[in-house]
């Protein structure tokens, strides 16, 4: 008597598949699919009732140019069958060219084969009388093949053996085999996208991580570099200081000049490292904003009392046009540093007996701050060229050669307004007539001002703050 | 009056012979040492109306002194702590004033002549407050 039964109703098949349906595309996991895929009709379904023994999922490789077995149903006749095998399963791979291999005619052919013969399957991996060892530990008498596809791919074959002549399998198995085949494909291809996507994921989080060492690294070098910098620097500085100002011995004044270039070579390259300090800071996201409501007339007023000295050495007036204006939001330490640096440039681009004059300006969401001078000017193909890195225009706001400038105030000035929502532009009527600089900076309790109070940089343990600019240094 | 004692701890050579002289030609007392340890001795007698400590040195860096100092003050106290580096990093400068130093100075950005009006303000500002202190008494 047979250990079988026929025939499950046709009424059946769908509820059965949309059952299985359920059991395969609700996992993800590929590893988890595939073993689902082989599990799934044998047991929840009970096709081990009606004779089916072993279910293989079998994938094609194509970057190796096999088939391999992916996954096999856990039943005692898939058991024996390994144990008798000379190559354990998870080694057979049948290169993808084999023609005479049955596996591989049904995926070219994308169509379902079936075989009472064992080594149709095996080969050329194991020899015939090896496969039919295999096949009479197992006790399969028929084994049915058939294409896993998705679209116009064909992704492998699904194996079902079972202990029946291929003549008593009814047409409802047929149609959900059929049907289970399809959703293989989809469940294949599913979990394959899966498992990329997050492979992907993972990939891009280590990069990240890494980036983000890697950007800390960077800040650590720049920081221990400028501190390795300033200590020669440091000595090289106080000494000629102390050549100049200690007056020891009577200096020539070729000497004096020698000395005097030589000390204010020093300063700019201090200059330099504090610049390239904040680069680094503002670049890497380090710079933090401390926000406050501030008067930008007080602030401007502030400024000016510091650079004043420096005003009168260089016979320069300085005048505040006030005028009453909002209150901002901003880091009130850094966009000092900002204003000195307009104030400063201005300074060191106009000729003794010119004026530098601050005015202020209102249109919400923003405050403006323009400081204008007599000097140089600039023409206009410059002034895009103002505010990058380095940027030297001849006899202009950055050129460092005699003016002594970095070449990277403005940049790191205009870094630190767009941190604050804020812009400066620079505008002159040409060479020789002077030009203005403006700072827009924004108005306390605007949609600007509490997009960049949720938006700006918090403070954190790795925030810094900026390198102060040196007043006696403009 | 007595001199006003200074004590400098800083391992460059050049930086603290350049200081020495400065300070001296002022006509203040003045000890050097070059590390951290021999800096904490020296601090650990007490004595000093001003210290100048610098931050990156060998043996024991100056936040390490401030941090020994802070968890064991000395008997004889000392003056106020001046740190005086050329590292500029707001993390330690943070440490620094947490482990009650007066101040943070960087010495690429000051002149030799810089340092001796700063010396003189914190000297000035002490000296008032043992005034204060006194009067109260």
């Not at chain 2, 000395?74 to 702590?81: E, L, R, S, Y």
Request: glycine share 6%; with cysteine; proline share 4%.
């Amino acid at each position: 008597m047979a250990d079988y039964v026929t025939t499950p109703k046709t009424s059946d098949t769908i509820k059965s598949l949309w059952k299985l349906e359920k059991i395969i595309l609700n996992t993800l996991d590929f590893k988890e699919v595939v073993q689902k895929i082989c599990d799934s009709m044998l047991s929840e379904l009970g096709y081990l009732k009606l004779g089916y023994r072993i279910i293989v999922l079998t994938l094609a490789d194509e970057k190796k140019g096999v088939l391999r077995r992916i996954s096999l149903s856990q039943t005692p006749e898939a058991a024996k069958a390994q144990a008798a095998s000379a190559i354990p399963f998870h080694d057979i791979e049948i290169p993808l060219n084999a023609q005479k291999n049955l596996l591989i005619q049904t995926l070219h052919e994308r169509k379902p084969h079936s075989t009472h013969y064992w080594p149709d399957i095996f080969t050329p991996v194991l020899t015939p009388e090896q496969a039919i060892a295999n096949q009479k530990a197992s006790g399969i008498k028929t084994s049915m093949l058939y294409p896993v596809t998705i679209q116009d791919k064909t992704l492998g074959v699904l194996i079902f053996s079972m202990v029946k002549n291929l003549e008593e399998v009814s047409e409802a198995e047929e149609d959900l085999i059929r049907g289970f085949t399809d959703v293989v494909g989809l469940a294949v291809q599913n979990a394959k996208l899966y498992t990329t996507l997050s492979e992907t994921t993972q990939k891009l989080d280590k990069a990240n991580k890494r980036l983000q060492e890697l950007d800390k690294l960077k800040d650590d070098f720049v920081s221990m570099a400028s501190h390795e910098l300033r200590t020669p620097m440091t000595a090289i500085k106080s000494y000629l200081w102390m050549a100049l100002n200690k007056k020891k011995a009577e200096l020539s004044e070729d000497l004096n000049r020698y000395l005097g270039r030589a000390y204010h070579s020093t300063e700019r390259l201090i200059s330099l490292v504090n610049d390239m300090l904040n680069i680094s800071r503002i670049e890497s996201g380090r710079i933090a904003l401390k926000l406050g409501e501030v008067d930008p007339v007080e602030l401007v007023h502030e400024v000016v009392e510091e650079v004043i000295p420096k005003a009168t050495e260089l016979q320069l007036n300085v005048k505040v046009i006030e005028r009453k204006v909002s209150k901002v939001l901003i880091d009130k330490d850094k966009i000092h540093e900002v204003v000195i640096n307009l104030i400063g440039n201005s300074l060191k681009f106009t000729k003794p007996g010119g004026t530098v004059s601050v005015t202020f300006d209102e249109k919400p969401p923003f405050v403006y701050i323009s400081v204008t001078d007599t000097g140089v000017g600039m023409a206009k193909e410059d002034m895009q060229k103002l505010f990058k890195k380095f940027s030297m225009i001849e006899h202009s706001y950055t050129a460092a050669s005699t003016s002594g400038g970095t070449g990277l105030g403005l940049y790191i000035s205009k870094s630190i307004v767009t941190l604050h929502k804020g812009d400066i532009t620079a505008y002159s009527p040409g060479l020789e007539k002077g030009s203005t600089f403006t700072v827009s900076l924004p108005i306390t309790g605007t949609s600007t001002a509490l997009e960049l109070q949720k938006e700006a940089p918090k403070v954190t343990e790795d925030s810094k703050g900026l390198e102060k600019k040196r007043l006696g240094y403009i | 009056m007595d001199k006003k004692r200074i004590l400098l701890v800083e391992d460059d050579q050049y930086t603290r012979e350049l200081y020495q002289e400065v300070i001296k030609d002022e006509g203040y007392f003045l000890d050097s040492v070059t590390n951290g340890e021999e800096g904490l001795e020296k601090i650990k007698k007490g004595g000093y109306n001003l210290i100048l400590l610098d931050i990156m040195m060998p043996k024991m860096s100056g936040l390490e002194v401030l941090r020994s100092i802070k968890n064991e003050p000395p008997k004889i106290p000392n003056g106020p702590i001046v740190i005086l580096t050329n590292l500029t990093n707001d993390p330690i400068l943070n440490e620094a004033y947490g482990l009650n130093a007066r101040d943070f100075v960087v010495k690429s950005d000051i002149t030799p002549g810089e340092l001796i009006e700063k010396i003189k303000g914190y000297l000035e500002e002490s000296g008032n407050k043992e005034k204060t202190k006194q009067e109260q008494k």
